[in-house]
């Protein structure tokens, strides 16, 4: 499979490239042109194999630079950190069914990637013959961090700084990355929003790919966040494994549609559930859930994209974004595939932060999406809801998709199954938890975690639990715009 840059496609690249630079030259993304194909007996397959076999099996075409050998290898040690149910999917009612992707060792579903990411980008080093240690940037709006620094800590080759925004994340997220050890980690406060800090690492590599100082002390650089091809394709397989579980419990029959409902922020997990449907897997309607930061609703709604809003600090912080940077790889499939049309519209997003699609991009876009969102007291309402209706206990994000998906019923009576993708474990989230349920959160977050075990009747992560009392190493705060020198400083540059 080659990969294009979604700005020039005269910039190509193989998987192993794409996933050690990150960024096409040009600061495009790479993208697909031709998607590999599933069938449905491929798909009903599925039900036979490990969690682990399921990822290597669906990545393979996706990733045809690994041989399977290698890539179930890789997925065996990647997934080993998971229960073996790595992605249950749990009912609500017949048509309704949770996708618990939180069952990894920082408790959101970013581990599913980051969990396999440190195998493929030090094979990719091996096989571009790169002798230099990867310099990883990532910019967090708190669970890329904690599931990067733990995928890639003390990973020969390999050196990472997160940059989350200071304030911006939960208590727990914070204590997760600040209390990190390792000698290759490096975890940076900023004092601004998860835009500026994803805007901070994205002009860093333009700088960096425009100057040789960083290769010439020995180092290369690369992201581990979601613009990184090597991220979207093992978010791709649970997908696959959630219509397998389904159709194999009898609760959908082999080729109908499931709909799937993803709170989304950086545009990048229901960006995998698109390329899915495209490899053959029976998804309906992608709808797309946000939380007051609603700038993908209205685009959705009227095909104008328009990031001059004000910016909401909610109690689904991994969400509060305003530039969805995968957005460009589904622009680039709306549009298809031509990179001049892309290039203008992110020229004009930089410029004025607004650009509007054409209508012909608009139509196809409607027919593959829903978008709605759910202002925090709609989120509360929906944690409460469904735990008295369901005693299932859902963190805040995925109480975001719940609330759009019940507006979505409302609006199309549509009764296709749908499988809602939760994101992150509600302890990470105690506080909101607490205060949806109607019981006081006190400040501190360890009795938080603690009250809301009583009250769930669920088991905190004893991983969860040992953060009080850790030491926090990272203590680094700066402004956006020194993150560029922090990150020379921290390389000894
Ligand atoms: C990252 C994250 C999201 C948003 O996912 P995208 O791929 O950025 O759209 C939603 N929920 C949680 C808990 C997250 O960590």
């Known amino acids: 499979m080659k990969l294009v840059s979604t700005r020039d496609s005269a910039i190509t690249a193989g998987v192993t490239e794409a996933i050690v630079y990150g960024l096409s030259k040009g600061g495009g993304l790479f993208a697909p042109l031709t998607l590999p ?63 618990e992707l939180f069952h990894g060792p920082t408790f959101a579903f970013k581990d599913f990637a980051l969990q396999l990411l440190p195998y493929l980008l030090t094979t990719s080093l091996k096989k571009l013959s790169i002798n230099k240690t990867a310099v990883i ?10 599931a990067t620094l733990e995928g890639f800590a003390n990973v020969t080759g390999t050196k990472i700084c997160v940059f989350y925004p200071h304030g911006g994340v939960s208590a727990i997220q914070k204590l997760q990355m600040t209390t990190q050890t390792g000698e290759n980690t490096k975890v940076i406060g900023i004092q601004g929003n998860f835009d500026d800090a994803q805007t901070g690492v994205k002009k860093i590599f333009g700088e960096i790919l425009a100057n040789n100082k960083l290769e010439e002390a020995g180092y290369i650089l690369s992201s581990a966040n979601s613009i990184n091809w090597g991220r979207i394709v093992p978010q791709i397989a649970y997908y696959f494994s959630a219509y397998s579980s389904l159709v194999s419990s009898g609760k959908l029959k082999a080729g109908c549609p499931m709909n799937v409902v993803v709170p989304t922020g950086n545009f990048g997990n229901i960006l995998a559930a698109y390329y899915a449907k495209k490899s053959g897997l029976p998804i309906g309607k992608l709808i797309c859930a946000s939380n007051a930061n609603n700038v993908l609703t209205d685009f959705v709604h009227t095909g104008a994209y328009d990031r001059n809003r004000d910016f909401y600090a909610t109690i689904s912080p991994s969400m509060d974004i305003l530039v969805s940077s995968n957005l460009e790889r589904f622009l680039f499939e709306l549009y298809n595939h031509d990179s001049g049309a892309v290039t203008d519209l992110m020229a004009s997003l ?12 608009q139509q196809t876009m409607s ?17 409460k809801e469904v735990w008295q209706k369901y005693n299932h206990l859902s963190d805040p994000h995925t109480a975001v998709a719940i609330k759009v998906y019940n507006d979505y019923l409302k609006v199309t009576n549509d009764n296709t199954p749908a499988i809602i993708v939760s994101t992150a474990c509600p302890f990470k989230f105690a506080d909101a938890a607490l205060k949806a349920l109607g019981s006081p959160a006190t400040g501190d977050d360890f009795e938080n975690l603690s009250k809301l075990s009583e009250i769930s009747a669920l088991k905190v992560a004893a991983s969860l639990t040992a953060l009080r009392g850790k030491k926090e190493h990272h203590k680094t ?17």
């Not at 930089?350 to 012909?360: C, P």
């Not at 027919?367 to 944690?383: M, P, Q, S």
């Open 137 to 146: 940037l990532a910019a967090t709006s708190g669970d890329t961090g904690s």
């Open 37 to 99: 194909k599933f069938t449905l007996e491929d798909i009903i397959s599925l039900a036979d194999k490990s969690y682990s076999e399921i990822v290597s099996f669906i990545a393979a075409p996706f990733l045809p630079d690994f041989t399977y050998t290698e890539l179930s290898y890789f997925a065996s040690l990647a997934y080993k950190n998971f229960p073996d149910a790595a992605a249950p999917v749990v009912s609500l009612n017949d048509k309704t069914h949770i996708l």
């Open 350 to 361: 930089s410029e004025t932060g607004y650009y509007k699609v054409s209508d012909a991009a």
């Open 367 to 383: 027919e593959l999406l829903y978008a709605g969102y759910a202002t925090d007291t709609d989120t509360k309402a929906a944690i």
């Open 477 to 493: 705060l700066c402004d956006p715009s020194e993150m560029k020198a922090q990150v020379f400083n921290w390389l000894g540059l």
